[in-house]
């Protein structure tokens, strides 16, 4: 059994992908760009071969523009896939200390809340037992908030 060359490889997915290509009316896509996964899992290599393999690279250009798509042209490094503007660090920094502040009031707000919640389930035993023992208590108004918040 003989190993084939690099070359030997590259011409074979090539025929592949070519064999795939005339066999097909439509390129599998995906929000308009063709699907590279699926194309390679249907040749039988790696997605790989479509982007480093001029002779593959080429007939997916060909077929991409021929069903309309758009291609598989590689990044370059510091290119965005969306256009939302960077935001300045600066910003970025007052939104964090403005995010840190306000989850520190949430925390503060449900520890009060959790504190009253023990008052009132303490007042409600309170009642149920003065009930049921034929007693009422005339109810002492309670203050929900504290004095600091008045």
């Not at 060909?62 to 590689?74: M, N, P, Q, R, S």
Request: glycine share 8%; proline share 4%; net charge positive.
């Amino acid at each position: 059994m003989s190993k084939k060359s690099g070359a030997d490889l590259g011409r074979e997915n090539a025929a592949r992908l070519e064999d795939y290509l005339a066999s097909i009316d439509v390129l599998p896509n995906r929000g308009g760009k063709v699907n590279v996964s699926k194309v390679a899992r249907a040749c039988g290599f790696d997605r790989q071969v479509l982007y480093n393999n001029p002779a593959c690279k080429a007939l997916l250009d060909t077929a991409v523009i021929e069903k309309g798509l758009d291609g598989i042209e590689a990044r370059e490094s510091g290119e965005h896939g969306d256009d939302t503007p960077m935001v300045p660090l600066k910003k970025l920094r007052e939104v964090e200390q403005r995010n840190g502040a306000l989850e520190k009031k949430v925390s503060e707000l449900r520890a009060r809340i959790v504190g009253l919640e023990t008052r009132l389930r303490r007042q409600e035993i309170i009642d149920e037992e003065l009930i049921s023992r034929g007693r009422r208590a005339s109810p002492r108004p309670i203050s929900l908030l504290d004095e600091n918040d008045k």
